[in-house]
């Protein structure tokens, strides 16, 4: 593999992707991505008593989706890199304890599955392993409780807030087989844009996916057209306009090709999603569930999957500190 520009590595052994699985809520197999995933769960409680030990089942039941798909066992697995939005990713470790395979535990904020299948590229590029799973995962309860409100406490959500997906997306990786493969990375770099709205995170996040988007375009010598989509993770309508703006300002028109996960997996007026959904899980899960297949059919040929992420803790809203971005590129190209 080869260090190009700043931010991208272009892989000379290129990682495949040999399979995916997706988990979603009920509300979020309602939405008009429904019928792309592979499990919509009947409630969010999953029998459990709390809504964190549910997420955790929601990753465990995604991760074994995954392993009885692909025909493998946790012991094929090199590595599993992986995380989510709560506290010390405490869903995810409490999931991913009972398959006894190495981990690396990863927090991005909703960046996490950008993060997670560039960092799986590097180690299959590298030839420091032969297959890894990589994946995020979000559910609502948990973060509107830890980042807002409980929900029990039934707060007015204003137009700009987004509503974070309950659902988890997993990949594997390996270094030979069928699927499609990962060209290129562009790890992202923190921007500050002087926001501080915890009700707005697309006005974060969109400054930082437009650094990125154009830092992979620069670096790899590419123009947006040279891509039959540029998937943004979680930036919602307010977001994905701020994006089309700065890109477009900046010389460079995305409008044509730009695909936002957070615009796909509801419908923002019949659900009342406001500008849309959010989350780690949103962009793992569309692209576990819809873009992977779109992929293995030849519909999409090669598609630029750019997760976004505000990287704020409660501490620091509370403290009145901006809240930076994060966004990580990752290129795929059809078989």
């Known amino acids: 593999m080869g260090h190009v520009g700043r931010q991208t590595i272009i892989f000379e052994k290129q990682p495949v992707i040999l399979e995916t699985y997706s988990t979603v809520g009920p509300k979020e197999g309602q939405g008009p991505m429904g019928g792309c995933f592979h499990e919509v769960l009947e409630d969010e409680l999953l029998g459990e008593k709390t809504w964190e030990k549910a997420e955790g089942m929601m990753i465990k039941r995604t991760v074994q989706g995954l392993l009885n798909k692909s025909g493998k066992k946790p012991e094929d697995v090199d590595y599993i890199l992986c995380g989510d939005l709560e506290n010390q990713i405490n869903s995810t470790q409490m999931a991913i304890k009972d398959f006894n395979i190495p981990f690396f535990g990863l927090y991005g904020a909703c960046s996490t599955m950008g993060e997670s299948m560039s960092l799986g590229a590097i180690l299959i590029g590298s030839g420091y392993a032969k297959h890894v799973i990589t994946g995020a995962s979000s559910h609502n309860c948990t973060a509107e409780k830890q980042f807002r409100y409980p929900m029990e406490y039934g707060g007015q959500r204003p137009l700009t807030q987004q509503w974070t997906v309950t659902g988890s997306g997993y990949v594997l990786l390996g270094e030979s087989g069928a699927g499609p493969k990962i060209h290129s990375i562009t790890t992202g770099k923190v921007v500050d844009f002087e926001t501080k709205d915890v009700f707005n995170m697309g006005a974060v996040m969109a400054p930082a996916a437009a650094d990125t988007i154009l830092a992979h375009l620069k670096e790899t010598n590419q123009k947006p057209e040279d891509y039959d989509a540029i998937i943004t993770g979680d930036l919602g309508q307010c977001g994905t306009d701020i994006l089309l703006d700065l890109t477009a300002k900046l010389g460079t028109d995305i409008s044509k090709v730009h695909q936002d996960c957070g615009l796909l997996i509801f419908d923002n007026e ?23 297949k779109a992929l293995k059919d030849k519909k999409l040929k090669k598609v630029l999957l750019v997760p976004t992420g505000a990287l704020m803790s409660l501490c620091s809203t509370q403290q009145g500190e901006n809240i930076t971005g994060i966004a990580h590129a990752v290129s795929i190209c059809a078989e």
């Open 270 to 292: 019949a659900q009342d999603t406001h500008s849309g959904g959010s989350g780690c899980g949103c962009s793992a899960s569309v692209f576990a569930g819809h873009f992977y």
